[in-house]
T-cell receptor, first 116, second 113 residues
Framework: DTGVSQDPRHKITKRGQNVTFRCDPISEHNRLYWYRQTLGQGPEFLTYFQNEAQLEKSRLLSDRFSAERPKGSFSTLEIQRTEQGDSAMYLC??????????????FGPGTRLTVL | GDSVTQMEGPVTLSEEAFLTINCTYTATGYPSLFWYVQYPGEGLQLLLKATKADDKGSNKGFEATYRKETTSFHLEKGSVQVSDSAVYFCALSGLGNAGKSTFGDGTTLTVKP
């Protein structure tokens, strides 16, 4: 069990540039979630996938944000035309499903984005 | 919608002191409850969990009991160590919210020698 991995761990970019983050979930997990965490706050839900289907997007996810999970394995989160307000830690988590004992999500180490 | 409220921090304690961090929640249905810990510059680590009313989660000397009647999940430890210094997040997840996690704002704990 290698856990959830995210790449890169840190990204510094200039305002207006596009960035893409990758998340590799635990292999047998069919649910994958993206969260954003700003300084001094708890993580906030952005979007989630069941297999390759994106089932829900938060209103926090503006049109500049897009996420994919081709083939139901890894996922990417892209931010276009980055703004300074996008600076945050982006967390990915995966889980097995909705059975009551399996609401537990396993979190990756996060990608810290800094927009200059 | 679901929400989690944590006691406001930061919390500063001396080593070997007793720790309580309060957490209350509102949720649809019967969620699972979690405490996560985050060390500086790192991701979230699950500390403990409870999946139904009256369950007690425990790990590394930390405990929390799922109290449905008071909708609470307070974190306790009898004797804290300097290495426990971190940010602690209370969270819930359940069918009523499609398995998404809802987090509190976190409580920063500093333990002084």
């Amino acid at each position: 069990d290698t856990g959830v991995s995210q790449d890169p761990r840190h990204k510094i970019t200039k305002r207006g540039q596009n960035v893409t983050f990758r998340c590799d979930p635990i292999s047998e997990h069919n649910r994958l979630y993206w969260y954003r965490q700003t300084l001094g706050q708890g993580p906030e839900f952005l979007t989630y996938f069941q297999n390759e289907a994106q089932l829900e997007k938060s209103r926090l996810l503006s049109d500049r944000f897009s996420a994919e999970r081709p083939k139901g394995s890894f996922s990417t989160l892209e931010i276009q035309r980055t703004e300074q307000g996008d600076s945050a830690m982006y967390l990915c988590a995966s889980s097995l499903g909705l059975d009551s004992d399996q609401f537990q999500q396993f979190f990756g180490p996060g990608t810290r984005l800094t927009v200059l | 919608g679901d929400s989690v409220t944590q006691m406001e921090g930061p919390v500063t304690l001396s080593e070997e002191a007793f720790l309580t961090i309060n957490c209350t929640y509102t949720a649809t249905g019967y969620p699972s409850l979690f405490w996560y810990v985050q060390y500086p510059g790192e991701g979230l680590q699950l500390l403990l969990k409870a999946t139904k009313a009256d369950d007690k989660g425990s790990n590394k000397g930390f405990e929390a009991t799922y109290r449905k009647e008071t909708t609470s999940f307070h974190l306790e430890k009898g004797s804290v160590q300097v290495s426990d210094s971190a940010v602690y997040f209370c969270a819930l997840s359940g069918l009523g919210n499609a398995g998404k996690s809802t987090f509190g704002d976190g409580t920063t704990l500093t333990v002084k020698p």
